[in-house]
């Protein structure tokens, strides 16, 4: 459910909101991924540099880790045994050599508290004070919360992405500009 007090403003597709810079990041935190019949959470280490991304996650203790690396399109899997799988259409592959996925080309825009401006958008939710809380895109709701200043300017530190039995958590803890 969305915050309280907050605006529907209709279809739009186009310019992201502004106040949050396209700049490079490096961001830490932790994520949580719960789908039909499993779950999974992490603390991260993400590195974004235009449409590359590489992030490692981690579980209790550093145990179990894995590294994604890649583009958006072309994803590079390595996992806590050190196997390697590696092709085109991220989304699948993270299923396949994970057993859980995200839509890894728009986070890097979620996770600023924007929404990919090469995707439509079918709804856009603004709180009392004027700052994004959420929209749809990719068959996602995605909602934003907790801004604050960051060495990127206003960013969000949570992001909940909400696609029928699928819920991805993501809480951003420490903004760097990479």
């Not at 994803?75 to 890894?104: D, Q």
């Not at 090469?118 to 895109?137: H, I, K, M, N, P």
């Not at 068959?139 to 934003?144: A, C, D, Q």
Request: contains cysteine; charged residues 20%.
């Amino acid at each position: 459910m969305l915050l309280a007090g907050v605006l529907v403003v209709g279809c739009t597709v186009g310019r992201p909101p502004e106040g949050v810079a396209d700049a490079d990041f490096r961001l830490r935190g932790k994520i949580a991924v719960r789908g039909p019949g499993d779950a999974f959470s992490a603390s991260f280490d993400w590195i974004q540099t235009g449409d590359a991304f590489d992030i490692e996650l981690w579980g209790p203790l550093g145990q179990g880790r894995v590294h994604l690396r890649g583009d958006g399109a072309r994803l590079t899997v390595t996992n806590a045994r050190g196997t390697t799988t590696s092709g085109i259409g991220a989304e699948p592959l993270m299923a396949s050599a994970l057993g859980w996925s995200v839509p890894i080309a728009a986070l890097p825009y979620w996770v600023r508290g924007r929404y990919d401006p090469r995707s439509v958008v079918s709804g856009e939710y603004r709180g009392a004070d004027g700052t994004l809380a959420g929209f749809q895109q990719l068959g996602w709701v995605v909602e934003v919360s907790r801004w604050r200043e960051s060495a990127l300017g206003p960013v969000p530190a949570r992001v909940v992405a909400t696609q029928r039995e699928r819920r991805i958590v993501i809480v951003c803890k420490e903004w760097l500009i990479a």
